[in-house]
């Protein structure tokens, strides 16, 4: 996994949903960081993984009340982070 950079952007976020994080949640995040050029993940669960990825995103098997982070790197990562902070999580 590529290294983030010091100014990275980030947002954070605790699951509430009572099932965790579910096909169409992720699959949303994964349309939205699509149309970004910037390297976006997840960490949760103690994992890094790339956030274009539906089968790596799922892969963190996120639950209730679990704590992730979502970081962007790269020329449009605010813009990216403005956008899946929107889009997928809520605000």
Same mark, same amino acid.
């Given at each position: 996994?590529?290294?983030?950079?010091? @100014? !990275?952007? $980030?947002?954070?976020?605790? *699951?509430?949903?009572?099932?965790?994080?579910?096909?169409?949640?992720?699959? &949303?995040?994964?349309?939205?960081?699509?149309?970004?050029?910037?390297?976006?993940?997840?960490?949760?669960?103690?994992?890094?993984? @790339? !956030?274009? $990825?539906?089968?790596?995103? *799922?892969?963190?098997?996120?639950?209730?009340?679990?704590?992730?982070?979502? &970081?962007?790197?790269?020329?449009?990562?605010?813009?990216?982070?403005?956008?899946?902070?929107?889009?997928?999580?809520?605000?």
């Amino acid at each position: 996994m590529k290294m983030l950079t010091p @100014s !990275a952007d $980030s947002k954070m976020r605790l *699951l509430v949903d009572p099932l965790g994080w579910h096909l169409r949640q992720v699959a &949303t995040l994964v349309k939205t960081s699509a149309r970004f050029s910037s390297n976006i993940v997840v960490e949760g669960c103690g994992r890094v993984v @790339s !956030a274009k $990825s539906v089968i790596t995103v *799922l892969g963190l098997i996120a639950e209730t009340n679990e704590k992730i982070c979502i &970081t962007a790197s790269g020329t449009d990562a605010q813009e990216a982070i403005k956008a899946i902070s929107h889009e997928c999580l809520g605000g």
